[in-house]
């Protein structure tokens, strides 16, 4: 595994808040500047005029995403046709569908890709996918995945996935090739630039260790490399919209996903030793918020109301900002995102209660598959193993929240655990009436309610999702880092509770025993009015990429590639490992593409993909049967060990 270095990223960090924490102590309240400040301190102003700045999420877009829908689109088909070419869908007239999705708007497929959680892992394997479905790495073209990227109209990510996308975006989803050799993938921490959170609490802004989070993570990741005097913590979530690919409707729309946590004395709090956590039926009936580059809010839940994302921290009141004073600048792409990262609540409530409370999604299952053949026995501690390995990631951060809390202006450590945003929602008429009471909104990881994979923007009706690849290498289910279904599951229960279209999905037990979480597996071909999904687990192909970590890991170029063509081999299956399987799969990934646009046109659907989803489709079979646990070998390389691999990616004996 990775040679761990948390201490120390900690111990560098707290030493660089020496100023910070002279700058917050005795602060006053919150004074008045009239421009942007081109760092990461908010500034007020007067309100434009004819602006509306909350709406009822009604289950319809907003004006602003309708409008560069339209954009999208064309550039869809235009993209769509380009991959088709690429991978050569056998008895599909490429030509002759193209035409007919041209002559009717509705048959053009609305294709969504989502970024699990899961610290650097995660971020490594989103960034895998990303890679292998871009139609401008040439490693994706040759494996006939390239180009489904170009055709994508959403992305959404959480955690360690939001934290993958928020660069990603920032770039205007430049390649993410090119993002390496700028630099843009950097995990080096600028010492000096903590120093900015105290601009923000000046003007009276709650701060916390998502602000500490968001500027650790995304200092060098959110820079500008045409104009390197522009202060990275100043680039915003809403300037996106005026970005050149995405303004034009050239690239996809980066949505984050959050979840929230309760304040005492209202409906749905929950709390371990005056820490705020999610309360238990949060799992089916929690918010879920979202942000996109033109609004944040829930379609569902206690908000079911949107605010625009440029007004964020503004204080309203029935939907209007107070003394017409607006704020700009709050939604900082980079504390957007670390605002994704708070998950330290659950890691403080796990480590002070020796793992009882604050578990992450995990299935009591009788165990787990370890290869296509033979059962490994589950080990009997398999709960304590899960928790030892998750208080090795975090029990840095976790010691360092006293220093934190005092050197964030002498608050305590239930202060600082949240992200905390000034709640647009006051006096909402559009809202739950005790969500209109709260002055702030406290956002925490969107992981929290059990669910991973940041699916549930993707599956609203507003948004007509026709295929969804869910990119799941959250590691949180098994003590080996594999996944064995639970978060997926866990989001169909959830889309069932809210009475939102998803295909039916199968039990842990079910999924292990029949290898979807070793081979990318759909759900949904045989059943109508729900999204295609195809599920796909991180697996060993070529490397053991099961490398949890919430500390700052710099990968060299070879490391990132190594880990990005794992990911590569998962979609492209270039080695065919299942019995009884005929199909290409890349040829299946096309046609999950398409295929609810065929359906639409009534066109016919070519055999070879009616093939792929007889192959690779949850047709209902059950097998709650006892698994064996889930630790393969490299599946393209079995006869290589993992001390072997260890030393071989980071070339030492460790």
Same mark, same amino acid.
């Given at each position: 595994?990775?040679?761990?270095?948390?201490?120390?990223?900690?111990?560098?960090?707290?030493?660089?808040?020496?100023?910070?924490?002279?700058?917050?102590?005795?602060?006053?309240?919150?004074?008045?500047?009239?421009?942007?400040?081109?760092?990461?301190?908010?500034?007020?102003?007067?309100?434009?005029?004819?602006?509306?700045?909350?709406?009822?999420?009604? %289950?319809?877009?907003?004006?602003?995403?309708?409008?560069?829908?339209?954009?999208?689109?064309?550039?869809?088909?235009?993209?769509?046709?380009?991959?088709?070419?690429?991978?050569?869908?056998?008895?599909?007239?490429?030509?002759?569908?193209?035409?007919?999705?041209?002559?009717?708007?509705?048959?053009?497929?609305?294709?969504?890709?989502?970024?699990?959680?899961?610290?650097?892992?995660?971020?490594?394997?989103?960034?895998?996918?990303?890679?292998?479905?871009?139609?401008?790495?040439?490693?994706?073209?040759?494996?006939?995945?390239?180009?489904?990227?170009?055709?994508?109209?959403?992305?959404?990510?959480?955690?360690?996935?939001?934290?993958?996308?928020?660069?990603?975006?920032?770039?205007?989803?430049?390649?993410?090739?090119?993002?390496?050799?700028?630099?843009?993938?950097?995990?080096?921490?600028?010492?000096?630039?903590?120093?900015?959170?105290?601009?923000?609490?000046?003007?009276?802004?709650?701060?916390?260790?998502?602000?500490?989070?968001?500027?650790?993570?995304?200092?060098?990741?959110?820079?500008?490399?045409?104009?390197?005097?522009?202060?990275?913590?100043?680039?915003?979530?809403?300037?996106?919209?005026?970005?050149?690919?995405?303004?034009?409707?050239?690239?996809?729309?980066?949505?984050?996903?959050?979840?929230?946590?309760?304040?005492?004395?209202?409906?749905?709090?929950?709390?371990?030793?005056?820490?705020?956590?999610?309360?238990?039926?949060?799992?089916?009936?929690?918010?879920?918020?979202?942000?996109?580059?033109?609004?944040?809010?829930?379609?569902?839940?206690?908000?079911?109301?949107?605010?625009?994302?440029?007004?964020?921290?503004?204080?309203?009141?029935?939907?209007?900002?107070?003394?017409?004073?607006?704020?700009?600048?709050?939604?900082?792409?980079?504390?957007?995102?670390?605002?994704?990262?708070?998950?330290?609540?659950?890691?403080?409530? %796990?480590?002070?209660?020796?793992?009882?409370?604050?578990?992450?999604?995990?299935?009591?299952?009788?165990?787990?598959?370890?290869?296509?053949?033979?059962?490994?026995?589950?080990?009997?501690?398999?709960?304590?193993?899960?928790?030892?390995?998750?208080?090795?990631?975090?029990?840095?951060?976790?010691?360092?929240?006293?220093?934190?809390?005092?050197?964030?202006?002498?608050?305590?450590?239930?202060?600082?655990?949240?992200?905390? @945003?000034?709640?647009?929602?006051?006096?909402?008429?559009?809202?739950?009436?005790?969500?209109?009471?709260?002055?702030?909104?406290?956002?925490?990881?969107?992981?929290?309610?059990?669910?991973?994979?940041?699916?549930?923007?993707?599956?609203?009706?507003?948004?007509?999702? =026709?295929?969804?690849?869910?990119? =799941?290498?959250?590691?949180?289910?098994?003590?080996?880092? @594999?996944?064995?279904?639970?978060?997926?599951?866990?989001?169909?229960?959830?889309?069932?509770?809210?009475?939102?279209?998803?295909?039916?999905?199968?039990?842990?037990?079910?999924?292990?025993?029949?290898?979807?979480?070793?081979?990318?597996?759909?759900?949904?071909?045989?059943?109508?009015?729900?999204?295609?999904?195809?599920?796909?687990?991180?697996?060993?192909?070529?490397?053991?990429?099961?490398?949890?970590?919430?500390?700052?890991?710099?990968?060299?170029?070879?490391?990132?590639?190594?880990? @990005?063509?794992?990911?590569?081999?998962?979609?492209?299956?270039?080695?065919?490992?299942?019995?009884?399987?005929?199909?290409?799969?890349?040829?299946?990934?096309?046609?999950?593409?398409?295929?609810?646009?065929?359906?639409?046109?009534?066109?016919?659907?070519?055999?070879?993909?009616?093939?792929?989803?007889?192959?690779?489709?949850?047709?209902?079979?059950?097998?709650?049967?006892?698994?064996?646990?889930?630790?393969?070998?490299?599946?393209?390389?079995?006869?290589?060990?993992?001390?072997?691999?260890?030393?071989?990616?980071?070339?030492?004996?460790?």
């Amino acid at each position: 595994m990775a040679r761990e270095h948390t201490a120390l990223i900690i111990s560098t960090r707290i030493m660089a808040f020496a100023t910070l924490a002279v700058s917050l102590l005795g602060l006053p309240l919150s004074s008045y500047a009239l421009s942007q400040s081109g760092n990461y301190t908010p500034t007020f102003y007067e309100c434009p005029s004819g602006q509306t700045f909350v709406r009822n999420a009604s %289950q319809s877009l907003s004006s602003e995403e309708a409008a560069w829908l339209q954009k999208r689109r064309p550039n869809v088909v235009q993209a769509l046709q380009t991959y088709l070419n690429t991978v050569g869908i056998q008895g599909l007239n490429i030509s002759e569908y193209i035409s007919a999705v041209n002559g009717t708007g509705s048959a053009v497929p609305t294709i969504g890709l989502t970024w699990s959680g899961g610290g650097t892992r995660s971020e490594s394997s989103d960034y895998g996918q990303m890679r292998a479905f871009d139609g401008r790495v040439a490693a994706a073209v040759d494996a006939r995945t390239g180009g489904l990227l170009q055709a994508t109209t959403y992305v959404a990510g959480l955690s360690g996935g939001a934290t993958g996308l928020g660069p990603v975006a920032i770039a205007d989803f430049q390649n993410i090739e090119v993002m390496l050799q700028q630099g843009l993938l950097s995990t080096k921490v600028n010492q000096s630039a903590f120093a900015e959170i105290a601009g923000k609490a000046e003007q009276g802004f709650d701060v916390t260790v998502a602000d500490i989070f968001g500027i650790d993570l995304n200092y060098y990741a959110m820079k500008d490399p045409s104009n390197n005097s522009v202060n990275p913590l100043s680039r915003l979530w809403s300037d996106i919209t005026a970005f050149s690919n995405f303004s034009t409707g050239l690239s996809p729309m980066a949505i984050i996903m959050y979840n929230e946590v309760i304040p005492k004395g209202l409906p749905g709090h929950n709390s371990f030793e005056g820490i705020l956590i999610p309360a238990d039926n949060a799992r089916l009936e929690g918010t879920i918020y979202e942000a996109s580059p033109f609004e944040f809010g829930s379609w569902q839940g206690r908000g079911s109301a949107f605010v625009k994302t440029q007004f964020l921290g503004t204080n309203f009141s029935n939907s209007q900002p107070v003394n017409n004073t607006c704020v700009q600048g709050f939604d900082s792409a980079a504390f957007m995102v670390g605002s994704a990262d708070s998950a330290i609540n659950y890691w403080y409530a %796990q480590s002070k209660s020796n793992g009882t409370v604050g578990q992450f999604a995990k299935r009591n299952s009788d165990g787990a598959n370890s290869s296509m053949s033979s059962k490994m026995p589950y080990p009997p501690n398999e709960d304590q193993l899960e928790q030892m390995k998750l208080e090795k990631a975090t029990t840095a951060e976790v010691d360092a929240l006293p220093e934190y809390a005092q050197l964030l202006g002498n608050q305590t450590v239930d202060q600082i655990l949240y992200a905390s @945003w000034p709640n647009p929602f006051i006096d909402s008429n559009y809202t739950d009436k005790n969500l209109r009471s709260q002055d702030s909104l406290y956002l925490v990881d969107g992981s929290e309610y059990g669910q991973e994979n940041p699916i549930v923007p993707l599956i609203q009706p507003a948004r007509t999702p =026709d295929f969804i690849v869910v990119n =799941d290498a959250c590691g949180s289910e098994l003590s080996s880092g @594999w996944q064995n279904g639970t978060n997926f599951i866990n989001t169909a229960d959830w889309a069932k509770k809210q009475g939102l279209p998803f295909p039916k999905v199968p039990t842990v037990n079910t999924m292990l025993n029949l290898n979807h979480t070793l081979f990318p597996t759909f759900y949904g071909c045989f059943e109508e009015n729900v999204p295609l999904v195809l599920f796909a687990a991180d697996a060993p192909y070529t490397e053991y990429s099961n490398l949890t970590s919430v500390a700052t890991i710099e990968y060299s170029d070879e490391q990132h590639e190594k880990l @990005w063509n794992n990911t590569l081999a998962i979609y492209s299956q270039p080695q065919n490992l299942q019995p009884n399987v005929t199909s290409d799969f890349p040829t299946c990934i096309a046609c999950g593409a398409i295929y609810r646009s065929l359906q639409r046109l009534n066109m016919s659907i070519p055999d070879v993909c009616n093939t792929c989803f007889q192959d690779h489709c949850w047709n209902g079979t059950v097998d709650n049967s006892q698994p064996g646990f889930l630790a393969p070998p490299l599946l393209y390389s079995p006869q290589t060990t993992f001390e072997q691999w260890n030393t071989s990616f980071y070339n030492n004996s460790q």
